[in-house]
């Protein structure tokens, strides 16, 4: 490819020949400085013959350019960053902004590996941080328009920053005309760059400036080895209102231009992937090679390059005349990658793939700026330390693990080990993996198993703006850094924090911002469990330690220094008893798994008594009932992307000619003839005190859409069970039934079924339930039961209009049956906009998830809750009356339920209680699925050691089970 004129920093050299009148004194000029430079260059590894440097040479008329090129081509970032070097106002200040002070705060500056507090005030001027700390009156008293803000003495942050996000990319609420992740070309695509895909128009920004994000690497897809150039972006809209003007410090390559050659070159950032995703090009082996051949390419050219500026610069201008500046635009990214004037972005997850790169790295001599995903980079610190140039940054999820083979080690304690081992640690969102607005909730959950609060806050700011070489402007706060600042409600380790301002470049983002939490309490950090013996064992373990119970404890076991007892009730749930603010702990004493006592110590117990029984003190925890958790395919399938762990794919009756051995029209299926007991997640989720789940054959994700419309009859099982066949481990093999109402996925092909309209659906939806089956069928045999309310009816759907449709048939089969069907939605994104239709019609609703994101057209109009409205679907829901019960979507998330909810009640103010909250993840799912008062007193009950259910300080260490006679301890 011809690549005239461009070169590898972004330098334009004219290729106009300078009118013949000007020539003679050009060829002086140039002739005067090659000379100087022949006196003073040292003359490289060339070989030439000794009798030609003393040849008269043939100088070019563009000399000069090409040895300012060359002399360039020494420059690295780094090189020429003098970058802190104090700016008066931003490159990114928009004229009419005002200057604010923000005082009485508790800063957390990000400096000193996060260490670095300093209570005091803040100046934003000019788009950047002008003084911080305890700033003189006479510094703001004449300035005008100041907004001053009282911070009441809350926390303050830099804006978070996200290394690895799509936003822009994949724009919210997805359409077809939006996908611009990855490129079907090839594995090697350095020459594409993610601006060229940015779209301006996507819900995620507002979204993600509402959880305190106002930065973000936007990095190409991993479906490609080298996947195309990235960019840092700050997410607040501008007043130019183009991709360009969001780019933080846009490279010079980018419109192949350097304004000042004296100004600091700028960082590059380029995505590279490797592992299963590139499986479409072949093995591990193939994507191997096409790294090392495009690198050999870029080398090439580095060479050539090198080699004719040696040549230039030795003044042996006859050795390139008529030669051009070797250069090539499709390489020119990674030739730039050599120099060291690119920030990587590796996705890597496995030993053998960060390996592979680290071998690579060293190879051709490049360094690794981050590896992202990287589930067993906590196991191979050693592989790391290795990367040229040093070791990577690691950038994880906190507890998104197992979706895949390479993320089958992944573990919690990953950035704990991780820390250990001095690499740095960066929590990402992977947007719209994760939903990028609550990339600090990755904070809060990583600080939970471990990492220590200063690094779990500098995972989501300062260690990813060093990453990204931007440390010198955002991730942090300091004089003349970004004025980006968060001032959060409260401290942002705490669940449910929320920004109560935040500024980009010093501009004001939110206008309906609530004021300070007043409980003094959340202002803290809060304090976690210790998990040094799970995560020695982890490590050991090689990322797959053994989950089953420690101990199993049958007879008399004494709990002391409990705080809170909760029970089932035969409605709900309820405080059996707690202890009163300075009151000590009390005392519970569980025979075979059942309480028997509760109360004072003295009063429950017998010296005798205590010599026979286990003893555990639970630190101030609590007991409760077991969670339920439905939604994700819990004990279905293992490793979502691996169907050889699953059930596979159920057959579409749509699309699909059912086998004749089913003779059956929708081939209704039931999910507890493939229940699998002892899976990771299961077991997970058992030690995370979820220790029921009903599941269903319905499986879905934001990229795919549903895999079946009709998914049969769920199940409801005990996730602790060791088989299908154990006491109790089976709580009722036919549930509910379940079908999906849903529009064509936007990304068609990558949609799994072939599209059938809405319409459709619902006829047929329609007819199932208007008897149209022979009753010796499945089919007709349980929608006949639906029709009746003899099981509930369960239906996944966002979409508020649908949900419209949905009611209005419910009515109808009921006046034509003369009966009342249980009708659930699950989902329900939209479902607050019929809040008060939907208890009308006594439908109940699995909230999944609970906080909701716009993803589809169907959820277009997900209410975001506080800090942008000040209600939540969840609240209006339960406030018309709704048994409405929290969901999740993937088998990962079960056994964060109770942050889940914490998170649900948390955003409403505390306008929820405590018993709601609980029963949005026991008794409300049973309501749901017609299972009330099956666990009663025999339910499980789990023990918390350190906090109550809803408390980060808190952690399971137990379950108590009536059905199995015993407790188990982990
Ligand atoms: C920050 O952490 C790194 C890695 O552990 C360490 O080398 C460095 O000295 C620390 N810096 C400060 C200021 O604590
Ligand atoms: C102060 O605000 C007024 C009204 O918006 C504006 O006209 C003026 O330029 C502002 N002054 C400065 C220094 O920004
Ligand atoms: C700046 O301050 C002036 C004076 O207080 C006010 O009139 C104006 O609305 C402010 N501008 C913005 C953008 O907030």
């Known amino acids: 490819m011809s690549t005239k004129g461009l070169l590898p920093d972004g330098y334009v050299h004219s290729r106009r020949r300078p009118s013949s009148l000007l020539r003679p004194v050009l060829l002086t000029t140039c002739f005067l400085i090659v000379s100087l430079t022949l006196l003073?260059?040292?003359?490289?590894?060339?070989?030439?013959?000794?009798?030609?440097?003393?040849?008269?040479?043939?100088?070019?008329?563009?000399?000069?350019?090409?040895?300012?090129?060359?002399?360039?081509?020494?420059?690295?970032?780094?090189?020429?960053?003098?970058?802190?070097?104090?700016?008066?106002?931003?490159?990114?200040?928009?004229?009419?902004?005002?200057?604010?002070?923000?005082?009485?705060?508790?800063?957390?500056?990000?400096r000193e590996n996060g260490t670095h507090v300093v209570e005091g005030d803040v100046l934003l001027d000019g788009g950047i941080i002008k003084e911080i700390g305890h700033i003189p009156q006479d510094l703001w008293v004449d300035a005008e328009n100041l907004t001053i803000v009282d911070a009441n003495g809350a926390w303050i942050t830099p804006g978070l920053v996200d290394l690895h996000s799509h936003v822009g990319l994949l724009s919210a609420p997805f359409t077809r005309g939006t996908f611009d992740v990855n490129s079907p070309?090839?594995?090697?695509?350095?020459?594409?760059?993610?601006?060229?895909?940015?779209?301006?128009?996507?819900?995620?920004?507002?979204?993600?400036?509402?959880?305190?994000?106002?930065?973000?690497?936007?990095?190409?897809?991993?479906?490609?080895?080298?996947?195309g150039q990235a960019f840092m972006m700050k997410l607040r809209k501008t007043s130019e209102r183009s991709p360009t003007s969001m780019i933080l410090e846009p490279p010079h390559s980018l419109n192949g231009s350097r304004p000042d050659p004296d100004a600091p070159l700028r960082w590059r950032h380029l995505k590279q992937a490797c592992g299963e995703n590139l499986k479409k090009f072949g093995t591990r082996m193939d994507a191997m090679w096409s790294f090392r051949w495009a690198y050999s390419q870029a080398r090439k050219i580095q060479h050539a390059q090198d080699m004719f500026c040696a040549r230039a610069e030795a003044g042996f201008w006859n050795d390139i005349y008529g030669q051009e500046f070797p250069e090539d635009l499709q390489w020119e990214a990674l030739v730039d990658v050599l120099r060291g004037r690119v920030k990587i972005s590796n996705h890597c997850y496995e030993a053998v793939d960060l390996d592979d790169i680290v071998r690579l790295s060293n190879e051709f001599g490049f360094h690794i700026a981050s590896f992202h995903h990287a589930s067993e980079a906590w196991l191979v610190p050693g592989?790391?330390?290795?990367?040229?140039?040093?070791?990577?940054?690691?950038?994880?999820?906190?507890?998104?693990?197992?979706?895949?083979?390479?993320?089958?080690?992944?573990?919690e304690f990953a950035t704990k080990v991780l820390a250990e081992n001095g690499i740095p640690v960066v929590l990402k969102s992977d947007h719209p993996v994760l939903n990028s607005r609550y990339l600090l909730y990755e904070a809060q959950q990583a600080h939970y198993y471990g990492l220590d609060r200063h690094l779990a806050l500098a995972a989501v700011t300062s260690t990813p703006a060093k990453a990204a070489g931007m440390e010198h402007r955002i991730g942090v706060l300091r004089?003349?850094?970004?004025?980006?600042?968060?001032?959060?409600?409260?401290?942002?380790?705490?669940?449910?924090?929320?920004?109560?301002?935040?500024?980009?470049?010093?501009?004001?983002?939110?206008?309906?911002?609530?004021?300070?939490?007043?409980?003094?309490?959340?202002?803290?950090?809060p304090s976690v469990p210790n998990w040094d013996k799970e995560r020695k064992t982890a490590v050991a373990w090689e990322g797959l330690p053994p989950l089953s119970p420690r101990r199993i404890k049958k007879g008399k076991v004494v709990l002391k220094n409990v705080r809170e007892v909760w029970v089932r009730e035969e409605h709900g749930i309820k405080e059996r008893w707690s202890a009163r603010p300075g009151q000590e702990g009390g005392t519970v004493v569980l025979n075979d798994g059942l309480i028997s006592c509760v109360g004072r110590e003295g009063w429950c117990l017998s010296g005798e008594d205590e010599q026979f029984a286990l003893s555990i003190d639970l630190h101030g925890g609590s007991i409760g009932p077991g969670i339920v958790t439905y939604g994700s395919r819990l004990g279905l399938e293992e490793i979502d992307s691996e169907?050889?762990?699953?059930?596979?794919?159920?057959?579409?009756?749509?699309?699909?000619?059912?086998?004749?051995?089913?003779?059956?029209?929708?081939?209704?299926?039931?999910?507890?003839?493939?229940?699998?007991?002892?899976?990771?997640?299961?077991?997970?989720?058992?030690?995370?005190?979820?220790?029921?789940?009903?599941?269903s054959l319905s499986k879905s994700s934001l990229f795919t859409g549903p895999y079946s419309l009709i998914s049969g009859l769920s199940v409801t099982f005990r996730t602790g069970a060791n088989h299908g066949l154990e006491h109790g481990a089976i709580v009722n093999p036919a549930t509910a039934l379940h079908v999906a109402l849903v529009r064509p996925h936007p990304f068609g092909s990558g949609g799994v079924l072939p599209p059938v309209?809405?319409?459709?659906?619902?006829?047929?939806?329609?007819?199932?339930?208007?008897?149209?089956?022979?009753?010796?069928?499945?089919?007709?045999?349980?929608?006949?039961?639906?029709?009746?309310?003899?099981?509930?009816?369960?239906?996944?759907?966002?979409?508020?209009?649908?949900?419209?449709?949905?009611i209005q048939l419910k009515a109808d089969i009921e006046e034509w049956r003369g009966s009342r069907m249980q009708l659930v939605f699950s989902g329900a994104t939209?479902?607050?906009?019929?809040?008060?239709?939907?208890?009308k019609a006594n439908v109940g609703v699995l909230l999944?998830?609970?906080?909701?994101?716009?993803?589809?057209?169907?959820?277009?109009?997900?209410?975001?809750?506080?800090?942008?409205?000040?209600?939540?679907?969840?609240?209006?829901?339960?406030?018309?009356?709704?048994?409405?019960?929290?969901?999740?979507?993937?088998?990962?998330?079960?056994?964060?339920?109770?942050?889940?909810?914490?998170?649900?009640a948390l955003n409403t103010n505390g306008r929820i209680s405590r018993q709601k909250t609980y029963e949005l993840i026991t008794t409300n799912v049973e309501k749901l699925f017609g299972i009330e008062g099956w666990f009663g007193e025999e339910g499980d009950l789990v023990l918390y050691d350190g906090g109550s259910v809803f408390d980060l300080s808190s952690k399971v260490v137990g379950v108590a089970s009536p059905k199995k006679n015993a407790v188990e301890l982990f």
Request: glycine share 8%.
């Open 848 to 904: 999944t998830p609970a906080r909701s994101f716009p993803g589809t057209w169907d959820q277009r109009r997900a209410l975001p809750g506080p800090p942008l409205t000040d209600a939540t679907a969840l609240e209006i829901l339960l406030q018309h009356g709704v048994t409405v019960a929290i969901g999740v979507d993937e088998n990962h998330q079960p056994a964060h339920t109770r942050f889940e909810a914490a998170w649900a």
């Open 383 to 411: 592989v790391l330390n290795r990367t040229f140039g040093g070791p990577p940054a690691v950038a994880v999820f906190a507890t998104n693990h197992r979706y895949k083979r390479e993320s089958y080690r992944g573990s």
């Open 643 to 695: 169907m050889s762990t699953g059930d596979g794919i159920i057959l579409d009756p749509y699309s699909e000619e059912i086998p004749k051995i089913l003779s059956d029209t929708a081939g209704l299926v039931r999910a507890a003839d493939a229940l699998q007991f002892g899976t990771r997640n299961t077991q997970i989720a058992y030690r995370a005190g979820v220790t029921y789940a009903t599941t």
């Open 479 to 525: 004089k003349g850094a970004d004025a980006d600042v968060v001032l959060w409600d409260v401290h942002p380790l705490q669940l449910g924090a929320k920004p109560h301002q935040v500024w980009i470049d010093g501009i004001p983002q939110l206008t309906t911002a609530k004021p300070k939490d007043e409980d003094e309490e959340r202002q803290e950090a």
């Open 185 to 227: 070309n090839g594995p090697i695509l350095p020459w594409l760059r993610s601006i060229d895909g940015f779209n301006t128009h996507d819900e995620s920004f507002t979204l993600a400036i509402a959880g305190g994000v106002t930065s973000a690497q936007v990095l190409p897809g991993s479906g490609n080895a080298i996947g």
């Open 757 to 806: 309209s809405v319409s459709t659906q619902v006829a047929a939806l329609r007819r199932l339930l208007l008897n149209a089956e022979n009753h010796d069928t499945e089919t007709g045999k349980w929608f006949k039961r639906a029709a009746e309310g003899i099981i509930p009816l369960v239906v996944d759907v966002h979409s508020a209009d649908m949900m419209a449709t949905l």
């Open 40 to 110: 003073s260059t040292n003359y490289y590894a060339i070989t030439v013959h000794r009798q030609e440097s003393r040849r008269l040479q043939q100088i070019p008329i563009n000399a000069q350019q090409i040895l300012q090129q060359c002399s360039s081509l020494r420059e690295t970032p780094s090189s020429t960053s003098s970058l802190t070097r104090l700016r008066e106002v931003s490159d990114r200040f928009e004229p009419g902004t005002n200057a604010t002070l923000i005082q009485n705060a508790r800063i957390w500056t990000g």
């Open 830 to 839: 939209e479902a607050y906009i019929l809040a008060k239709q939907i208890a």
